[in-house]
């Protein structure tokens, strides 16, 4: 149902890197929507994590990184910690719905 | 300080009636628009709408028109989430969360508020 598509799960060992896509169409992402990610633990509120495509909110690590690509994004993660482990969101916005849109999540499992 | 308080859990019947709250404070309330997430058990974020708190100016979701109502207090900075004839369908955690000034995207996000429907 969700107009931005994300793998269900990705994994990695602690230290590696890991890269969580985020595909949507020429109505959103490739229509020049920015995108943002959110990383959400159970039962409490998502948080930003990139703004703007590639920006870092203040007191997020440098070890995340956002890019994006024609209609897709992309949020990789860098040295992976246990801590990580968490749902991941992208987010845009869609010209055809006027609606704001989140991709399905993702969940990241640090082996 | 940017907060978001959100209303208590709630239990309802089918078909009842519930509105759900969403206070804010440290900004201009009327400045920065609310908008409302669901993401019901297990699965996840799906956006709802938005209200402009200024002009109540509101933008539903297809898949929620018709089913909520948006509305906002400017004298008590609260936003508001209603629904008539609750439906086992909306059983599910609900957040408010206020549009960045400079993006599409939320910056500040209530805790959430759960409400649980049953028959």
């Known amino acids: 149902q969700s107009g931005l598509t994300q793998p269900p799960s990705v994994s990695g060992a602690p230290g590696q890197r890991v890269t969580i896509s985020c595909t949507g169409s020429s109505s959103n992402i490739g229509a020049d929507y920015d995108v943002a990610w959110y990383r959400q633990l159970p039962g409490t509120a998502p948080q930003v994590l990139i703004a703007d495509n590639n920006n870092r909110p203040s007191g997020v690590p440098d070890r995340f990184s956002g890019s994006k690509s024609g209609s897709s994004a992309f949020l990789a993660i860098a040295g992976l910690q246990t801590e990580d482990e968490a749902d991941y969101y992208c987010?845009?916005?869609?010209?055809?719905?006027?609606?704001?849109?989140f991709g399905g999540g993702t969940r990241l499992t640090v082996l | 300080e940017v907060q978001l308080v959100q209303s208590a859990a709630q239990v309802k019947k089918t078909g009842e009636s519930l509105e759900i709250s969403c206070q804010v404070s440290g900004y201009s309330f009327p400045d920065y628009w609310i908008g409302w997430v669901r993401q019901m058990p297990g699965k996840g974020l799906e956006w709802m709408g938005i209200?402009?708190?200024?002009?109540?100016?509101?933008r539903y979701s297809p898949s929620f028109q018709g089913r909520v109502t948006f509305s906002v207090d400017t004298s008590m900075r609260v936003a508001y989430l209603h629904w008539r004839g609750l439906k086992a369908s909306d059983t599910a955690l609900y957040f408010c969360?206020?549009?960045?000034?400079?993006?599409?995207?939320?910056?500040?996000w209530g805790p959430g508020t759960v409400v649980t429907v049953s028959s």
């Open positions: 969360a206020r549009r960045s000034p400079f993006s599409n995207l939320f910056d500040y």
């Open positions: 209200i402009h708190p200024g002009d109540s100016e509101t």
């Open positions: 987010q845009s916005y869609d010209i055809s719905l006027n609606s704001w849109l």
